[in-house]
């Protein structure tokens, strides 16, 4: 039973988070290196020098060379070094003891492996290989990502294995999937600079990408109009042409109705919907529902605006559309994302310099994870599970019998719904904080609870590890290399600064002696990051996801190198030294699912519309609940939190959340700004400051999702998932919000960060 | 070492995003002494996310020295305006006081003003200072004339400011837009009506333009 050993207010004192230095560096601290990396938290993945002295990172030396982000970072990039040497650092292992203190006593490394086994062996002979679960995440290298699906379906033949990508990339993924049969980013950023329109719709660019603001300005500054979709001026929003402030959850609608203008308009590029796509015809007869009057009227956005954008988006001769979760964190987010590649595909606009479309990730390796099969339905080379040819290749990689690779698993949270129901009763969790991260999170805390063996792997205790059995000390991610594959699709190179501290071990070691120790080692001999991506290249080799002609030392040369990247020539069969593929569906090129037969990767060639259909939210706004609550990240912090919430400088920029509410709202409410303000669903409720701002729908609140317990967003946010990719409805619930009588009891007792 | 003299900081407000990458990095660079030595304020959080990032202006004639006692802030000969000198600066603020900027602090705790010295470390050794070199929406630009030309075609530099009966000339350079610029979007509200609110806003421009009546002259579109 994994509940809480003790008091969590005693555990957060030993294991925090506490805060980091301001600052480590002074000028007397010359380096005794500088190792060219990348920064470890968003998908962009700038190029950051760390200083090195000893076995400590001490600072930060922009790297101006590398070309994505020549040298511009964030301040999450700039203070990202102050999480190596931290107070919290987890040193050694643990094993619950509720006679401890902080819950939680010492142990050696060699017998919490042990221990870990024993338990998984235990479990699984009792109730099968299924009883237990992995959960993985999308901040690790992708050389990870590969060995945990390996070991989830190799060592542990379980099909429980899923990544915390669900709540972030598999929307546009799906959607990518149906569309191109390829998920990835059409062009490299630069391409964006000289085109004449970008239509951002719900990305909070600045804050949560902010180097690809730099991208959309400069294109501006040369003459592109902006447009941006979102219930708030964001501040890329601020100075945009032309804003669309959406209801939350009506995004659909919105790119319905702009295509229904630009069909009537003869705005649509017919040659291209002829040559290059199928599936118009029914895209055309559902749009012709939503006349302009029908998506003004569910979309809260006035049709001189929707007039204007399809004008625009019409008449435009190049042209890019990002978007982000803001219409992806929806229960109809596949259909959302189809929506405006259906805009893209009746444009014609892809496959060239200034022309293309894409998601913009949210992990590090948001692209790279989803690929390479810690998904519940994937195996490597972005191949599928149920596929029997997919498996027979890849068993052949693994070197055992395809009868034995387990079939599809479940979603994250249908994983926590097995768990609550006792099907699955162990569970390993790496690089996942889902206590935080999940929504409805009290119902995953409960789920938690009832867990019979729970074994975390991280560097700090991050809040679901605190209910942890065994806790495995494992790396950050300057303690070790291997490849990530950013917003672009461009595989670059992780580099270690430092050795892990103390008895802490890289993530691959740690996932390799628990195989070890369940007697199960094969495929788990790997001596380096290096030996698992040749490995990961051979898997991924004939996938749509080919990284076979990737090397480490490509990437170095190459500063990168853009998938699919072929070590034999897909045409020929002839080995070949392939550069990479910086842009898709160029016309002439070809790729191994077509064959020549069109830009696209299906065996016709051919891009395929879906119809892209508006359904209300669940749990939408009603009278007992008649505000929309919406959430999402501020610059300073990162997800849960797990590292930025211990990196003092970055909470001292943004200490606690806040409700943002539109003065007409907080109006009628008597709620002034930095009152305590309840905002409550059918889930929970919680109490924040409000922040009373002009720039947010009056008829919407906002909440960033980063902070634990009683401070949580995702205690109020409805576990409502998209029928397809299952991703979470984290950006649209119904809520009521009301004047606190009083402060709230945590504001005493916890300090901003905990 | 100096800072050669076609290098200039170049400030858009139009540009910045708020993220405070300046202030966090400035904090970083080594003469800092864990400072940060940038203001960035929001003008008005309650109506808009806009927000302006501010260095220091490295006057032709600094205030900040001319009313200095101690005679502690040099203004070296590549026109950088430097952190009070230790030996000197007796920590009194009146170049706190005088800086129509607002730049210079006094830190209390080593009794000592520090401001923004161009990361006279870096700069004067090939390098771009620190908040330059980081933003991430280059609304801090660290460069030539000719760069900022080519990269903002919409906008010009400007370096000359009046306060009252004071003109001031500066080394670093603020991007103000070419004639009439739209407006920045306020308030969610007036995009969710059915008639357009969008104006256009002309700054007036020393010496450029001919000064109106009205500093934030509005003009409907």
């Known amino acids: 039973m994994a509940e809480l050993p003790v008091n969590e207010l005693s555990i957060i004192g030993a294991f925090g988070p506490h805060l980091s230095a301001k600052t480590r560096g ?141 709540l972030c990339m598999v929307s546009a993924g799906a959607a990518n999937k149906k569309s191109f049969g390829i998920d990835r980013t059409t062009n490299p950023w ?25 991208y959309i300005w400069q294109a501006r500054e040369l003459g592109a109009k902006v447009i941006v979709q979102d219930p708030r001026i964001t501040p890329v929003a601020r100075t945009c042409d032309i804003f669309v402030p959406i209801k939350p959850g009506r995004d659909a609608a919105m790119f319905a109705g702009v295509l229904q203008l630009m069909i009537e308009n003869g705005w649509v590029d017919e040659a291209f919907i002829d040559q290059h796509t199928t599936g118009f015809d029914a895209v055309a007869a559902y749009c012709k529902t939503w006349d302009v009057a029908r998506t003004a009227e569910a979309t809260g956005v006035p049709a001189r605006t929707i007039h204007a954008v399809a004008e625009l988006w019409g008449k435009a001769k190049s042209s890019f559309l990002f978007h982000a979760r803001g219409i992806e964190h929806h229960s109809n987010g596949v259909q959302n994302a189809l929506g405006t590649i259906n805009l893209v595909l009746a444009s014609g606009r892809l496959g060239r310099p200034k022309s293309g479309y894409g998601t913009i990730v949210g992990q590090a390796n948001g692209q790279g994870g989803r690929e390479h099969g810690q998904k519940c339905d994937q195996l490597p080379g972005w191949r599928e599970i149920a596929n029997p040819e997919h498996r027979q290749y890849i068993a ?32 390993i969790a790496i690089c996942f904080n889902p206590k935080v991260s999940l929504p409805d999170n009290q119902f995953v805390t409960r789920a938690l609870e009832k867990l019979e063996f729970f074994a975390a792997i991280d560097f700090f205790l991050n809040d679901t590890a605190l209910h942890a059995d065994i806790v495995l000390p494992g790396s950050l991610q300057e303690e070790d290399e291997g490849t990530v594959t950013q917003v672009e699709g461009r595989v670059i190179k992780i580099n270690k600064a430092v050795e892990c501290p103390g008895e802490a071990r890289q993530d691959w070691i740690i996932i390799q002696d628990i195989a070890r120790a369940l007697g199960r080692p094969h495929g788990f001999t790997f001596d380096s990051p290096r030996a698992i991506f040749e490995e990961l290249r051979v898997a991924s080799k004939g996938g749509v996801a080919d990284y076979s002609g990737i090397t480490y030392e490509k990437i170095e040369r190459q500063m990168g190198v853009f998938w699919p990247c072929y070590s034999h020539d897909p045409k020929s069969g002839e080995p070949i030294d392939h550069a990479g593929t910086p842009r898709l569906f160029e016309p002439g090129s070809y790729n191994p699912v077509a064959k020549g037969a069109g830009r696209f990767y299906f065996a016709d060639g051919k891009a395929r519309f879906n119809v892209a259909e508006y359904r ?125 009588d009083a402060a709230p009891e945590y504001a005493s007792r916890l300090e901003a960060q905990q | 070492m100096t800072v050669p003299s076609h290098l200039h900081f170049f400030i858009d407000p139009s540009r910045c995003i708020g993220c405070q990458s300046c202030v966090q990095a400035c904090s970083e660079c080594d003469t800092h002494k864990g400072e940060s030595m940038i203001h960035l304020e929001f003008i008005d959080r309650a109506r808009s996310v806009q927000t302006v990032p501010v260095v220091c202006m490295h006057c032709e ?44 602090e006094v830190y209390p705790d080593r009794l000592l003003m520090m401001k923004c010295d161009m990361c006279y470390d870096r700069s004067s050794a090939g390098k771009r200072p620190m ?26 530099p400007t370096n000359v400011f009046r306060f009252g009966e004071q003109t001031i000339t500066t080394r670093t350079f603020v991007m103000v837009p070419r004639g009439q610029a739209p407006a920045p979007l306020l308030d969610v509200t007036a995009a969710m009506g059915d008639e357009p609110q969008r104006r256009t806003v002309r700054l007036p421009i020393h010496g450029a333009v001919p000064d109106a009546a009205d500093p934030f002259a509005e003009v409907e579109v």
């Open chain 1, 396 to 427: 052949s990689v693994w070197g055992v019998e395809e009868k034995d690779i387990p079939g599809p698993g479940v979603d994250a949270y249908e994983l926590f719904r097995k768990i609550d129901k006792g099907e699955i009763k162990a569970l």
């Open chain 1, 190 to 214: 630069s391409d964006m600079v000289g085109t004449e329109v970008i239509w951002v719709a719900g990305s909070n660019v600045a804050e949560c990408s902010p180097i690809t603001t730099n």
């Open chain 2, 61 to 104: 004639q600094p205030t900040c020295a001319e009313v200095c006692p101690a005679d502690a802030i040099k203004r070296t000969g590549d026109g950088v305006v430097q952190s009070a000198r230790k030996p000197r600066c007796i920590a009194c603020g009146n170049c706190v006081m005088a800086c129509p900027f607002g730049v210079p």
């Open chain 2, 131 to 156: 908040c330059a070199t980081v933003c991430p929406s280059q609304a801090l630009f660290f460069g030539t004339h000719e760069e900022i030309a080519a990269l903002r075609p919409q906008s010009r």
């Open chain 1, 616 to 740: 209300d939210p669940v749990d939408d706004a009603s009278a007992e609940f008649p505000v929309y609550l919406t959430t999402g990240r501020v610059v300073s912090q990162f997800l849960s939190g797990t590292q930025t919430r211990r990196i003092g400088p970055l909470v001292a920029q943004y200490p606690e959340p806040r409700l943002e509410i539109h003065p007409r709202l907080a109006e009628k409410l008597g709620v002034a700004d930095g009152d305590w303000a309840t905002c409550e669903t059918r889930r929970g409720a919680i109490t924040l400051r409000a922040m009373v701002v002009t720039t947010i729908r009056p008829d919407t609140v906002f909440i960033p999702y980063h902070w634990t317990g009683p401070k949580s967003a995702n205690r109020l946010t409805v576990a409502a998932q998209d029928p397809i990719s299952k991703i979470p409805q984290y950006k649209v619930c119904g809520c009521r919000v009301k004047k606190a």
């Open chain 1, 26 to 166: 002074t000028s007397a601290d010359d380096p005794d290196k500088l190792v060219k990396t990348h920064c470890c938290f968003c998908g962009q993945q700038c190029g950051i020098q760390l200083k090195v002295r000893g076995n400590e990172v001490i600072g930060f030396e922009p790297w101006e060379d590398f070309p994505f982000n020549r040298g511009m970072l964030c301040p999450k990039g700039v203070k990202r070094y102050l999480q190596g040497s931290h107070p919290d650092r987890l040193l050694h292992a643990l094993a619950r003891d509720p006679s401890q203190p902080s819950g939680f006593r010492n142990i050696g490394y060699d017998d919490a492996i042990a221990k870990t086994a024993a338990e998984i062996a235990r479990i699984q002979k009792e109730h099968g290989p299924s009883s237990v679960a992995v959960l993985g995440g999308a901040s690790l290298t992708t050389e990870k990502t590969y060995l945990l699906g390996k070991f989830a379906r190799v060592c542990l033949k379980t099909p429980f294995i899923d990544y915390n990508g669900r």
